[in-house]
């Protein structure tokens, strides 16, 4: 994403007007410090750097914050948005393309960072005010009373929200092509099956299926990452499973993963090595699409 950023910058202004220092990894705090007395105009900086280096960004006194991907910021209680909400800027714009309406308390999480008064009291009170009375009256078993009080204050959080809040669909690409949707079936390789069948056979999966240990959340994202490339699989093996569950779970589920996957270790060959394309369905398929992509002149 921050490279992205660098390429619009590039594009739409050119390499002369506009030199964007880019605050990324290791040299991000060397960076930052080189920002402040610097002739430099724009900043791009990763949500973790911003939140980890939130106190020298403050001292170059930024003009502006545009943060994009910002449906990150809708919860309150985070460490991140606690961070950023402490660097003081004149102005904030906050740029998403995932629907933010959904949950109002995730709405007013975004709506408070760039605007703080707009509600005139915290998060509590816009549960009283709108969120409740909103969801309330959507529920297929409310009162008349309820609907319409749902309604009016549905209305005026429109009214509010829409002097500084942007919203556009999808009618405006009208510029772009028709968009062609195509679902492909891949098989699995053959180090995939033989992982995903030892994984689904597992007692850990087992007991989820009825209820007990583990969450369907964690085993979901294991095989994501399983269909996805073995190699994300074997770093969680090498690396004793750091980050492989949720929050959710406890030290038995670990100890269960930790034996699922230490057994899973066999079907791997050796030596392993990672990182190779032909071990996923996925990737092989994926390459040779943008070989084909770049033979033709497409990006």
């Given at each position: 994403?921050?490279?992205?950023?660098?390429?619009?910058?590039?594009?739409?202004?050119?390499?002369?007007?506009?030199?964007?220092?880019?605050?990324?990894?290791?040299?991000?705090?060397?960076?930052?410090?080189?920002?402040?007395?610097?002739?430099?105009?724009?900043?791009?900086?990763?949500?973790?750097?911003?939140?980890?280096?939130?106190?020298?960004?403050?001292?170059?006194?930024?003009?502006?914050?545009?943060?994009?991907?910002?449906?990150?910021?809708?919860?309150?209680?985070?460490?991140?948005?606690?961070?950023?909400?402490?660097?003081?800027?004149p102005r904030k714009i906050i740029i998403s393309g995932t629907p933010v309406q959904n949950n109002l308390m995730e709405f007013f999480a975004l709506i408070d960072f760039i605007n703080?008064?707009?509600?005139?009291?915290?998060?509590?009170?816009?549960?009283?005010?709108?969120?409740?009375?909103?969801?309330?009256?959507?529920?297929?078993?409310?009162?008349?009373?309820?609907?319409?009080?749902?309604?009016?204050?549905?209305?005026?959080?429109?009214?509010?929200?829409?002097?500084?809040?942007?919203?556009?669909?999808?009618?405006?690409?009208?510029?772009?092509?028709?968009?062609?949707?195509?679902?492909?079936?891949?098989?699995?390789?053959?180090?995939?099956?033989?992982?995903?069948?030892?994984?689904?056979?597992?007692?850990?999966?087992?007991?989820?299926?009825?209820?007990?240990?583990?969450?369907?959340?964690?085993?979901?994202?294991?095989?994501?990452?399983?269909?996805?490339?073995?190699?994300?699989?074997?770093?969680?093996?090498?690396?004793?499973?750091?980050?492989?569950?949720?929050?959710?779970?406890?030290?038995?589920?670990?100890?269960?993963?930790?034996?699922?996957?230490?057994?899973?270790?066999?079907?791997?060959?050796?030596?392993?090595?990672?990182?190779?394309?032909?071990?996923?369905?996925?990737?092989?398929?994926?390459?040779?699409?943008?070989?084909?992509?770049?033979?033709?002149?497409?990006?």
């Open positions: 994403l921050i490279f992205n950023w660098r390429t619009e910058l590039t594009k739409w202004l050119g390499k002369t007007r506009c030199k964007p220092t880019i605050a990324n990894g290791a040299e991000a705090k060397s960076k930052i410090k080189s920002f402040k007395s610097s002739f430099n105009k724009i900043m791009i900086i990763s949500y973790e750097m911003a939140s980890k280096h939130s106190t020298m960004i403050q001292e170059c006194k930024p003009n502006m914050m545009l943060l994009d991907e910002g449906h990150r910021l809708k919860n309150t209680n985070t460490s991140t948005y606690k961070k950023l909400l402490k660097i003081k800027t703080p008064t707009i509600f005139q009291g915290d998060a509590s009170q816009f549960a009283s005010v709108f969120a409740n009375p909103i969801a309330a009256s959507q529920i297929p078993r409310s009162t008349l009373k309820e609907k319409a009080l749902g309604q009016a204050r549905l209305k005026k959080l429109n009214e509010i929200t829409s002097n500084f809040m942007l919203r556009r669909t999808s009618a405006v690409l009208t510029h772009l092509p028709p968009i062609h949707v195509s679902t492909v079936f891949l098989n699995m390789t053959p180090l995939q099956r033989n992982l995903y069948s030892h994984f689904v056979k597992s007692r850990y999966v087992y007991s989820m299926l009825q209820g007990g240990l583990g969450s369907a959340f964690t085993t979901m994202t294991i095989l994501q990452k399983l269909l996805l490339h073995p190699t994300l699989i074997y770093r969680k093996i090498v690396e004793e499973l750091e980050d492989t569950m949720d929050d959710s779970e406890d030290e038995a589920v670990e100890d269960e993963l930790f034996e699922v996957w230490t057994s899973a270790k066999d079907q791997f060959p050796t030596p392993y090595v990672t990182k190779q394309p032909d071990h996923s369905c996925k990737i092989t398929v994926i390459l040779d699409l943008m070989k084909s992509f770049s033979s033709i002149g497409d990006r």
